[in-house]
């Protein structure tokens, strides 16, 4: 079992950047996919990047393809998610989730989730 917290997230003005981070508990954290995801009120939730166990396959929305960029750090049981040139479309509630399979796909099968870092971007 894995335990997930994001942060980061914060107010920012479009055309900024933000990182968030997704700390995990246990030492199994190498063996979890992870996908973050975000949500728009009336929307529902959808995956923008994921990454596997290793690090060495990411996938990305094309909504955010080439704007942000998904990484992890083994050791340090997190996962980032750098996000440059925002949008005020971007602004939602977003998480991280982790499975313990990796598919480059986009689907929301994921087992373990955290609570949520808002991310807002103003015009």
């Given at each position: 079992?894995?335990?997930?917290?994001?942060?980061?997230?914060?107010?920012?003005?479009?055309?900024?950047?933000?990182?968030?981070?997704?700390?995990?508990?246990?030492?199994?954290?190498?063996?979890?996919?992870?996908?973050?995801?975000?949500?728009?009120?009336?929307?529902?939730?959808?995956?923008?990047?994921?990454?596997?166990?290793?690090?060495?396959?990411t996938?990305?929305?094309?909504?955010?393809?080439?704007?942000?960029?998904?990484?992890?750090?083994?050791?340090?049981?997190?996962?980032?998610?750098?996000?440059?040139?925002l949008?005020?479309?971007?602004?939602?509630?977003?998480?991280?989730?982790?499975?313990?399979?990796?598919?480059?796909?986009?689907?929301?099968?994921?087992?373990?989730?955290?609570?949520?870092?808002?991310?807002?971007?103003?015009?």
């Open positions: 079992q894995v335990q997930l917290v994001e942060s980061g997230g914060k107010l920012v003005q479009a055309g900024g950047s933000l990182r968030l981070s997704c700390a995990a508990s246990g030492r199994t954290f190498s063996t979890y996919a992870i996908g973050w995801f975000r949500q728009a009120p009336g929307q529902e939730r959808e995956c923008v990047a994921a990454i596997s166990r290793s690090g060495g396959g996938i990305y929305a094309d909504s955010v393809k080439g704007r942000f960029t998904i990484s992890r750090d083994n050791a340090k049981n997190t996962v980032f998610l750098r996000m440059n040139s949008k005020p479309e971007d602004t939602a509630v977003y998480y991280c989730a982790a499975r313990n399979r990796w598919q480059p796909d986009l689907s929301n099968e994921y087992t373990y989730w955290g609570q949520g870092t808002q991310v807002t971007v103003s015009e």
